[in-house]
């Protein structure tokens, strides 16, 4: 067991507050604090604390030996650390994407490599061979488009900026309404989005607007990616296709390959495959690929599968149909313990309480803090005061 800290992503789309307050930090620059990482991955490594005025980074500790801090069965099987866990503050939203599948990942990544396309490269889809399933779990009020609505014919003869591509839908089903949406050119956004825009951002300011509506999202999007030539982004078809979905604390929701998402606003916890494999479909400045979004994209309606949860529970599990991790959240009261037997390797974030762990050693933590737990490891965590805890590994 080793206490360790995560690296901080100051993201625009970040909030100010969340995060920082949450660690304990002053942020006077008013810095936007959008990610807070713990994990092995190279964009922002967690650190090891290994003593007074002495540290190492996660990556560096498990190398030194893989099979006792990953054990065999991962080793063999990832030969790493195979997730990582965030926290999330979205202020403003980010991007619509979707991610591939492994295979789908393994073919982009060799291809691009072919071609000599650098790693850094702008226009680089593939920057590993991974796929990028992830879970959520709402830590506040959260809001995200996730899946293409299941009530989408109405959508199409409802709305106004849809309409006039009906055809389309019923002859080439989704995926032909789809295509043909985000092939328009900027002239062609521009000219359709207009008019909706004159009419729902002033009742967007005004507050006139439901945040369950694509309408209020869709006002959002125009101010928050407002240029000066006027342009307006594509990804605004998106928000009146796609569901809507608004969290509370403690319920969470799996994202697989395929699935088009973006987190609209709140905070979160994320749990996700080591990857940067992310193909955008709008609500960004950054590289769009439409033909390999294309090709990576699940046209079907989705049922939300929300995943139920209370914060304030002795132990919650949040399933995902992935080898590559386990998600689970903890509630113990004080003057209670309870026996955490972690097979496989593991990373604990408290977000509040005070405990003291028992595994090779005791530690004592405060607040938000972290720990990496090696595989085979059993804890005793007694908390001082209500604690709450997620603890991230890998499935049996």
């Known amino acids: 067991m080793h206490r360790i800290k995560g690296r901080i992503q100051h993201y625009a789309w970040g909030g100010k507050t969340f995060i920082a307050e949450l660690l304990g930090q002053e942020n006077p620059d008013q810095l936007p604090y959008g ?73 982009g990544f060799r291809r691009e490599n072919e071609l000599a396309i650098p790693l850094n490269a702008p226009n680089r889809n593939y920057k590993d061979e991974n796929h990028k399933p992830e879970v959520m779990v709402a830590l506040s009020d959260f809001w995200l488009l ?60 005004e507050g006139k607007i439901d945040k369950i509506t694509p309408d209020f999202w869709a006002a959002k999007a125009m101010l928050n990616f407002e240029n000066t030539q006027g342009h307006f982004d594509k990804g605004i078809f998106s928000i009146y296709l796609f569901n809507i979905l608004n969290l509370k604390p403690g319920q969470g929701i799996f994202q697989g390959a395929g699935m088009p998402h973006a987190y609209l606003e709140g905070q979160n916890i994320e749990l996700m495959s080591n990857s940067d494999n992310v193909l955008r479909a709008g609500l960004t400045p950054k590289y769009i690929d439409i033909p390999e979004l294309l090709a990576n994209t699940n046209f079907v309606p989705t049922i939300p599968r929300i995943i139920e949860g209370n914060l304030d529970e002795n132990i919650q599990v949040y399933d995902c149909p992935v080898p590559d991790f386990k998600l689970c959240s903890y509630f113990i009261k004080m003057g209670t313990k309870e026996t955490l037997k972690v097979t496989k390797p593991g990373i604990i974030l408290i977000m509040k309480g005070e405990a003291c762990w028992n595994c090779n050693q005791e530690l004592k933590t405060i607040g938000s803090e972290a720990l990496f737990i090696a595989a085979g490891e059993s804890i005793q965590v007694e908390a001082e005061i209500d604690t709450m805890f997620f603890l991230a590994t890998v499935p049996e």
């Not at 090891?48 to 006792?68: F, H, Q, Y």
């Not at 199409?156 to 839908?169: C, M």
């Not at 295509?179 to 009419?199: C, F, G, H, W, Y």
């Open 146 to 205: 996730h899946g293409f609505a299941n009530d989408i014919d109405m959508r199409v003869s409802q709305y106004d900026i849809l309409q006039s591509f009906e055809q389309h839908y019923e002859t080439g089903g989704i995926k032909g309404l789809y295509k043909k949406l985000m092939e328009l050119t900027q002239d062609e956004v521009n000219a359709i989005i207009e008019p909706l825009s004159k009419r729902i951002i002033p009742l967007f300011n």
């Open 35 to 107: 990610e807070y990482w713990l994990g092995t991955h190279p964009g922002g490594p967690a650190e090891v604390m290994l003593g007074e005025n002495a540290s190492t980074t996660l990556p560096a500790l498990i190398n030194t030996d893989k099979n006792r801090f990953l054990g065999k069965a991962v080793k063999d099987q990832f030969n790493s650390l195979p997730f990582l866990l965030k926290i999330l503050d979205v202020k403003d939203m980010l991007s619509i994407q979707v991610h591939p599948t492994k295979s789908a990942a393994e073919e």
